[in-house]
């Protein structure tokens, strides 16, 4: 490519995406493509981000992939680095890989605390911190996908919702600073969406049971949003610089419920925590929740999940199982 004919000669702006295989990242980065980025997109898996490039290509946008692990400390310079040499430019980071272990605590093990924060702390923390003098030039914008989980506990989402408020506290903090440099931190806020990824969640414990309480709170419409909407929502506040955006009614009133009466809420979680299955005291590493199919009647009250699971490549870039190293789908063998 001539230099006259790169995207910072054309002024075409640039936006790395993490996270951008599947669900809510890969329609981050659509919503940026239609908007009129060129796209550096992150996943675990290099294969995985196949289907997404090319959805996103097809769109226009010029598109990079690498495949590397946000929790590993040399990810970062790899991916800025990348954006440098590639594009010669970069006006937004949307810091968004994540992972999710759904079950009780005391099926839970240390290791699965350590992977959450190096993904979805770390994950955020060390791109940030990589990227903010190329992000500087150009008055770049950062979004940090946070979580619902980060503002008040959940239960069954220990790991997850520690990572989580340790992001969202982050994410505030470097927005404060950050601005002396031109870089814009918006903190995303979602609740429960419909992006089929519950079916890429981790699942300990009574394993069918815990995906299925999981799987019908991501599916139920009064409960959840759209992603689609969700994802033009975060773009468009990331753009315009807002410090917070909070997604779903639901999640706005128990943010705000617990900022004022956490004892409150506090008491009526730990009465919906006695709700859900027990622990097994097995202490396994946490699969897969396709791993543990569904009931029929309750694959038919979760077709919003499914249908979505479909669309937005959660097939197609599943996570890996801890117990045989490969993904069902990678090796042919029918998903459920």
Not at 39 to 58: H, M, S
Not at 137 to 144: H, Q, V, W, Y
Not at 243 to 249: C, Q, V
Request: net charge positive.
């Amino acid at each position: 490519m001539a230099p006259s004919d790169t995207p910072a000669a054309r002024g075409r702006p640039v936006a790395l995406v993490t996270g951008a295989s599947r669900g809510l990242g890969y329609l981050i980065a659509r919503e940026l493509a239609d908007r009129g980025h060129d796209l550096l997109l992150c996943a675990r898996d290099e294969e995985g981000l196949r289907p997404a490039r090319d959805d996103l290509e097809a769109r226009g946008a010029r598109v990079v992939t690498v495949g590397t692990d946000v929790g590993k400390p040399e990810a970062a310079h790899e991916l800025v680095a990348t954006a440098e040499r590639e594009f010669g430019r970069l006006d937004v980071l949307v810091a968004n890989a994540g992972i999710i272990q759904v079950g009780p605590q005391a099926d839970l093990r240390a290791e699965d605390y350590v992977q959450a924060m190096d993904v979805m702390f770390w994950g955020l923390v060390r791109p940030a911190l990589e990227a903010l003098p190329l992000l500087a030039r150009t008055g770049g914008r950062i979004l940090a996908v946070t979580s619902i989980g980060g503002k008040l506990p959940a239960p069954h989402l220990l790991p997850y919702g520690a990572a989580k408020h340790a992001a969202v506290g982050f994410a505030e903090g470097l927005r404060l600073e950050a601005g002396r440099q031109g870089v814009s931190v918006t903190v995303g806020v979602p609740g429960l969406m419909r992006t089929g990824s519950s079916r890429n969640a981790l699942v300990t414990g009574k394993a069918q049971a815990e995906r299925s309480w999981f799987t019908v709170g991501a599916s139920l419409p009064l409960v959840s949003t759209d992603a689609e909407r969700a994802a033009r929502r975060l773009v468009r506040a990331t753009l315009r610089g807002t410090p917070e955006i909070i997604l779903t009614p639901l999640a706005h009133i128990g943010s705000r419920v617990h900022a004022l009466a956490p004892s409150t809420t506090l008491r009526l979680l730990t009465a919906v925590e006695r709700l859900l299955p027990g622990p097994t005291g097995d202490g396994g590493a946490p699969r897969p929740a396709y791993t543990a199919p569904l009931p029929g009647w309750l694959r038919r009250l979760t077709g919003l999940d499914k249908a979505a699971a479909k669309r937005w490549h959660e097939h197609t870039d599943p996570a890996p199982d801890p117990g045989i190293g490969v993904a069902p789908e990678r090796t042919g063998t029918p998903g459920r």
